[in-house]
């Protein structure tokens, strides 16, 4: 793969939720596959908290900022993101949000960094939010629980008797002996202390690490070989630093040790976690590089190397991100690598739209000139394409033209196929007027299968005037799939046995055998094949298919082949298949016997 510079035009490409492998070499017999950084992609995301679970997979509990950016003050939503090699990553989903805090300020907000334990088949997730107006100085330690890492939380209350001044990020840290403590603190005050056996209650006094040199907040504790390590941020102007302190004691005194993290890109704040997994140790942090700005972050992650002494060597930050530490997997997040390498030579089936078309609504301060829709710097201004084609559905490549005379403008934009509900970030940058139309911003979105996706994009961050939007698939293609009777989505019945690899006695009246999930592609006509063995000079079969409005069905006539095992005969037809991966496809006997072993669904015949 060609590697190239990160350039400015690219910012505007990011936050995707498909992933696509990285691989680079460090020698041709060995390809290394690569995170990638950031590695969280789908939405921004910042104060990552690492932990590895019982189950072989880490997993990361970030704060989440909202975008269009809202600033830091009314981040109200939390997902959770797991891996197991490293690099392909899935977002778990939403696990809370301020609208479930029953205790929490009527104004929401204020969800920022969290940490979360297991105890006991337990997992706890902690998190700080104000309980009042005066937001300040009504910082509570709220803890949820849930017999899963990553989904049913439920809010339990909050830990009671702590300061409700700047007592913000929570991290909980498990000690070899089964005990628990909580370490939290901002505003230049830093304090831990040992928790209850309900991991709800304090278990002795609130200690204050006045030691600590420079303390601002983001406070994370872990433990190697018997030394106890206390990882923050300070107040480094302008763009923060993490420090690191060691001690004998998990409530210190404590040692500093210096700067584990220079300042990060495009942030002022800094935070992180630090964890071992599979042998390697590993920093969790955020910064500002897909957005460039302070409130807009995504989680990236480096190795983390300790000197003979047990100090830790400066994290390097990287673009390449982390090796993969296990075999390929399932994974929502792109590679922000792929990303910067314009991967997107796939996408060839473009359809273009006119901004001037009968499909195109605009609106909140928007306007047309000729055939471009200017004043998308009004806030509330946008433009909605409807009737777009998402082939089978997924991912598809959008790309905006435009012309723009700011230094940087952006778009939210919202997609059908987008589950997660967030929206997608797309940056653009200037072109040096508002009449060169020069500009061309591409970002993968999500659409559904079939003709009725709606895209809309909204503006007021910053002014561009648009000339045309593109979408473009990755082409269908003539695909074969066979689907083999002895499948578990293969069911049967009404005198229909299976016998080894095919289902027999088709020739009962009432007897059928039907598959499940079905890929249609895009929708439309698909050739159907039976492979089939049969005694009989001729039989007939009855075909229903989920895209078939009719109603009747397909018949089939199946030629003898000589004998029940004799398994050469096959008989085709074109049927309607709805889109998607969701429809049934029903074989009915009862005129004549066929043996029957496998289906072929050809899409595009």
């Not at 809202?70 to 899935?90: A, C, E, P, T």
């Not at 920093?283 to 830790?312: C, E, P, Q, W």
């Amino acid at each position: 793969m060609r590697k190239k510079l990160w350039i400015h035009s690219l910012s505007g490409m990011i936050l995707l939720s498909v992933f696509f492998g990285l691989t680079s070499s460090s020698s041709a017999e060995e390809p290394v596959t690569m995170s990638g950084n950031p590695i969280f992609t789908s939405i921004f995301t910042a104060d990552p908290s690492a932990h590895v679970w019982n189950d072989g997979r880490i997993y990361v509990y970030p704060s989440h900022d909202i975008f269009p950016s809202r600033g830091s003050d009314l981040m109200d939503k939390y997902h959770v993101f797991s891996s197991d090699n490293m690099v392909d990553w899935v977002d778990e989903g939403q696990i809370l949000s301020a609208a479930d805090v029953p205790w929490g300020r009527s104004e929401g907000g204020f969800m920022w960094a969290p940490d979360a334990a297991y105890k006991n088949g337990t997992y706890y997730f902690y998190f700080p939010h104000p309980s009042g107006t005066d937001w300040n100085n009504t910082w509570k330690i709220g803890v949820a629980t849930s017999n899963k890492p990553a989904s049913d939380f439920t809010v339990q209350g909050y830990i009671q008797g702590l300061p409700g001044n700047s007592f913000i990020d929570p991290a909980v840290f498990r000690d070899d002996d089964g005990s628990y403590y909580l370490y939290a603190g901002g505003g230049g005050r830093s304090y831990g202390v040992k928790l209850g056996a309900d991991m709800m209650s304090l278990d002795g006094p609130l200690k204050e690490f006045t030691e600590l040199n420079d303390f601002h907040e983001a406070s994370w504790v872990f433990k190697r070989n018997g030394i106890y390590y206390l990882m923050y941020s300070d107040n480094n102007p302008g763009a923060n630093k993490m420090r690191y302190a060691t001690s004998s004691n998990p409530l210190g005194p404590w040692v500093n040790r210096g700067v584990i993290l220079d300042p990060v890109i495009g942030s002022e704040t800094t935070h992180g976690s630090i964890v071992e997994f599979k042998g390697n140790w590993y920093m969790f942090y955020h910064n500002a590089k897909i957005s460039s700005n302070g409130t807009l972050r995504s989680v990236s992650v480096d190795r983390l190397y300790f000197n003979a002494d047990g100090t830790i060597q400066k994290v390097i930050q990287t673009t390449d991100g982390v090796p993969a530490v296990g075999p390929r997997s399932r994974a929502t997040e792109v590679k922000y690598y792929d990303l910067v390498q314009e991967n997107f030579s796939q996408y060839t089936q473009k359809t273009e739209y006119a901004l001037n078309a009968n499909n195109v609504v605009i609106g909140g301060g928007a306007t047309r000139s000729g055939s471009n829709v200017e004043s998308m710097h009004n806030s509330g201004s946008y433009i909605q394409l409807s009737g777009i084609n998402g082939g089978s559905g997924g991912k598809a490549l959008l790309t905006v033209l435009y012309a723009s005379a700011d230094s940087g403008a952006a778009f939210k934009v919202d997609a059908s196929g987008d589950t997660a509900g967030d929206g997608y970030f797309l940056g653009l940058p200037g072109t040096g007027g508002w009449g060169n139309y020069t500009g061309r911003a591409n970002r993968l979105i999500d659409l559904n299968a079939g003709s009725n996706n709606i895209i809309k994009l909204s503006g007021g961050m910053g002014g561009a005037n648009v000339s045309k939007v593109i979408v473009s698939l990755i082409p269908a293609s003539s695909q074969e799939t066979e689907y083999l009777v002895t499948g578990s989505n293969v069911s049967f019945g009404g005198g229909a046995t299976r016998s080894g690899s095919s289902i027999e006695n088709l020739h009962i009246p009432g007897s059928y055998f039907q598959a499940t999930g079905i890929n249609g592609g895009s929708g439309g006509q698909a050739l159907l094949t039976v492979v089939y063995g049969s005694a009989d000079s001729q039989a007939a079969i009855r075909i229903r298919s989920s895209g078939d409005t009719s109603g009747n069905g397909y018949s089939l006539t199946l030629p003898g082949t000589g004998s029940w095992s004799t398994y050469n005969g096959s008989a085709s037809r074109l049927i309607d298949l709805n889109p998607g991966s969701n429809n049934v496809i029903r074989i009915e006997g009862g005129s004549g016997g066929a043996n029957i072993t496998r289906i072929l669904v050809k899409l595009n015949p």
